[in-house]
């Protein structure tokens, strides 16, 4: 088991609707990536986030959006959710910044259903 | 386009049997390719990884194969068991940064 957690585990949402994701990194990681993992589908990057700011961005539209706060802790946000919008999310913590060579370990991911 | 394209889709092993997965990639300018294993309900785990200086890399059961040239690599999993049941997903990055991964393969180890 990783120490990257994720919360709510699971959460149901309406088209249109908005919604936060929240991840805890491992201690002592700086860096933190969010992806989008549809069903069968292998993950997709959607941003990477270092010293608070968003440092490098995947083909997902401004709609997503994410914060990092001074602890590592990290949000992704959501608006005008769509049915595609359904997945699996996963957050990713690593040390030594974006281009260090250390490891992302992954947390178990929030499965948001868009209904 | 940044693509991985791994196959197959999905596996049978006997245990015991050798489980063999297959990536291909397009973009020269990735330098870091590891292998992911994920469980249901949890998430991507790393299994082994390489760079695209050394052909191959093993640790345990587990060998990554890499062909610069024909830019494919592969995951041998020796002695396969049936805890080794899980989807497996390649990947590729630039700089250890964005993972692009591939489409994932469904092993089942039968006993």
């Known amino acids: 088991e990783t120490g990257v957690t994720q919360s709510p585990t699971h959460l149901i949402k309406t088209r249109g609707q908005q919604v936060t994701l929240r991840c805890s990194s491992q201690?002592?990681?700086?860096?933190v990536s969010w992806y989008q993992q549809a069903l069968g589908q292998g993950p997709q990057f959607i941003f990477q986030y270092y010293r608070e700011e968003e440092n490098g961005r995947g083909n997902f539209p401004p709609r997503f959006s994410g914060l990092q706060f001074p602890n590592y802790s990290s949000e992704l946000n959501v608006n005008a959710l769509e049915l595609d919008d359904s997945a699996l999310y996963l957050c990713?913590?690593?040390?030594?910044?974006?281009?260090?060579?250390?490891?992302?370990?992954f947390g178990p991911g929030t499965r948001l259903t868009v209904l | 386009q940044q693509q991985v394209k791994q196959s197959p889709q999905s596996l049978i092993v006997q245990k015991g049997g050798i489980s063999i997965i297959n990536c291909a990639y397009e973009n020269t300018a990735f330098d870091y390719f590891p292998w992911y294993q994920q469980f249901p309900g949890k998430g991507p785990a790393l299994l082994i990884a390489?760079?695209?200086?050394?052909s191959e890399k093993k640790e345990g059961r587990f060998t990554i194969s890499f062909n610069k040239s024909a830019k494919q690599f592969s995951l041998h999993i020796m002695d396969s068991q049936p805890g080794d049941s899980a989807t497996y997903f390649c990947?590729?990055?630039?700089?250890?940064?964005?993972?692009?991964f591939g489409t994932g393969t469904r092993l089942l180890v039968s006993p």
């Open positions: 201690s002592g990681h700086n860096t």
């Open positions: 990713a913590s690593k040390a030594g910044g974006p281009t260090g060579t250390d490891t992302q370990y």
């Open positions: 390489i760079r695209p200086d050394v």
């Open positions: 990947a590729a990055s630039t700089g250890f940064q964005k993972l692009v």
